[in-house]
């Protein structure tokens, strides 16, 4: 079973970082581009950031474009989000998921996703 493991979040002031990681099991990251998205209380799921299988393509929303940063380590099955300059806007559950597609950005791409990280953003 493909399995897609969150971890990092928490409580943070603004204007504050914190860094989410994803673990992934062998067979569901090896060769395939990751995302993370976010969901905020009461809107839809959004998209935040995606790295290509070889980290050397990314993209980002333009909410955090030149905040967040993305990154991958193979080795270790795990893909980042390095977040700085937090804002309570940011305030989310963060969900990793594996692309499958070819549209970056499009939920319907990502075809694994994990349960999710809390992050709050205090004002």
């Known amino acids: 079973q493909a399995q897609l493991v969150e971890s990092g979040g928490g409580l943070v002031q603004a204007g504050g970082s914190l860094r989410l990681s994803c673990a992934a099991s062998?067979?569901?990251?090896?060769?395939?581009?990751m995302g993370w998205f976010r969901q905020a209380p009461g809107k839809e799921r959004e998209f935040v950031a995606d790295?290509?299988?070889?980290?050397?393509?990314?993209d980002y929303a333009n909410t955090v474009k030149g905040r967040f940063t993305i990154s991958r380590d193979n080795a270790k099955s795990t893909v980042y989000l390095q977040m700085t300059s937090l804002k309570p806007e940011d305030t989310a559950v963060y969900y990793c998921?594996?692309?499958?597609?070819?549209?970056?950005?499009?939920?319907?791409?990502?075809?694994?996703w994990g349960q999710g990280t809390q992050v709050t953003v205090s004002s």
């Open positions: 998921a594996r692309r499958r597609g070819l549209f970056i950005a499009a939920a319907r791409e990502y075809d694994y």
């Open positions: 062998g067979r569901t990251f090896s060769g395939y581009a």
């Open positions: 790295i290509s299988w070889t980290g050397a393509d990314t």
